[in-house]
């Protein structure tokens, strides 16, 4: 009897393993992907690598995505604004200064190109949005050395914001140790171009101080071509008078022969190298003594070179001259950026004259 038992115990066990593999070979295909071994897991990039307009959907915009139309020679030329910015870097500050420097007058130049693009057209060319003219918007060289190239690269899309909006980047060669007042320049005061300090010395500057010395009959004829009210007889050395200064020490204004002339027409008038200047008079002509070089409004290129050499980072010289702005980047302008290093794209060539 135990041995009848003992093969019907195997006989039902038999049963139950077949039934279990009936079951396995016709269950569904998909059930496959129900296999012991996991899938492969998937990276997911650190927080901090991934950038902002890739977080809010955004694409990013670089200086190689945007063009821009300069007026040069005549011609209006559509180019992509990291070749624009070079030729405008090249041609506005010296390559031999420090590398923060450039790096700062290339986010000051491509803050005033934005500005153009975004905020305020130039009337003066409805055409092209800037030109090569240093009057009236930048300078522009060709033959780019490979250390603006990297100022351009290394600080790709930044620029400086005030309320949101790219600002009136302005920039001149050198200060007189304080920076001027957009008002006292333009007559339209704004909040980020006030006067501020600016570091740069004579040993810095070979062309810190100027003399220019004009004849009695010269500085007669200037004057009343332009003010023929004006009544310059007698002693050269009474002809001048009430001279008024910008808190910068600029002169503001001043009366010759009678008439009120601005500090700023003077200086045009006589090819002065800024209003921060000196004046004597007697009878061997009109003896200016100027200070800097410029309208003396926004970033000091000399002093921005001292404050480098001093140690500073184009961010802190940007926020030293502007006052109140933020550092953006166009790649997610919500977002701060103060001193960053970005990975130069080396594989695009930006010399204007490539």
């Not at 139950?16 to 296999?35: E, F, M």
């Not at 620029?159 to 050198?174: K, N, V």
């Not at 171009?193 to 100027?210: C, F, G, I, R």
Request: some cysteine.
């Amino acid at each position: 009897m135990k041995k009848v038992y003992l093969l019907s115990a195997l006989l039902s066990a038999l049963a139950v393993i077949l039934t279990i593999v009936a079951s396995v070979r016709d269950a569904p295909q998909d059930a496959a992907s129900a296999r012991e071994e996991p899938p492969a897991a998937q990276e997911t990039p650190a927080p901090d690598a991934v950038s902002g307009a890739e977080r809010d959907g955004t694409p990013p915009v670089g200086d190689a995505d945007t063009t821009i139309r300069v007026l040069m020679d005549g011609d209006v030329v559509t180019m992509a604004l990291d070749e624009y910015l070079a030729g405008a870097v090249a041609g506005e500050m010296p390559a031999a200064f420090e590398r923060e420097a450039l790096r700062a007058q290339a986010v000051a130049a491509r803050t005033l190109a934005l500005y153009r693009l975004e905020v305020e057209p130039n009337s003066r060319h409805p055409d092209a949005d800037v030109c090569t003219d240093p009057g009236c918007c930048m300078a522009y060289a060709a033959g780019t050395p490979d250390k603006i190239i990297d100022a351009v690269r290394s600080t790709d899309g930044i620029y400086a914001a005030y309320e949101d909006e790219p600002i009136l980047a302005a920039f001149h060669s050198s200060s007189a140790g304080k920076t001027e007042d957009s008002g006292s320049v333009w007559g339209g005061e704004l909040p980020y171009l006030v006067s501020v300090p600016s570091p740069e010395t004579p040993e810095q500057n070979e062309k810190y101080t100027a003399v220019v010395t004009t004849p009695p009959e010269e500085f007669r004829g200037a004057v009343t071509a332009a003010y023929p009210d004006a009544v310059l007889d007698g002693d050269a050395s009474r002809w001048i008078t009430d001279v008024s200064y910008t808190r910068s020490g600029r002169i503001a204004a001043l009366t010759v022969g009678g008439v009120e002339i601005t500090g700023t027409h003077l200086r045009a008038m006589f090819g002065l190298g800024s209003t921060a200047a000196e004046i004597t008079a007697g009878e061997d002509g009109i003896v200016f003594v100027t200070k800097g070089h410029g309208h003396g409004v926004g970033m000091s290129q000399y002093g921005a070179n001292a404050m480098a050499a001093a140690g500073a980072g184009f961010g802190d010289i940007l926020r030293a001259y502007y006052t109140g702005i933020t550092l953006r980047s166009r790649q997610n302008p919500r977002e701060a950026v103060y001193q960053r290093e970005t990975t130069p794209t080396a594989s695009r060539d930006i010399r204007p004259d490539a």
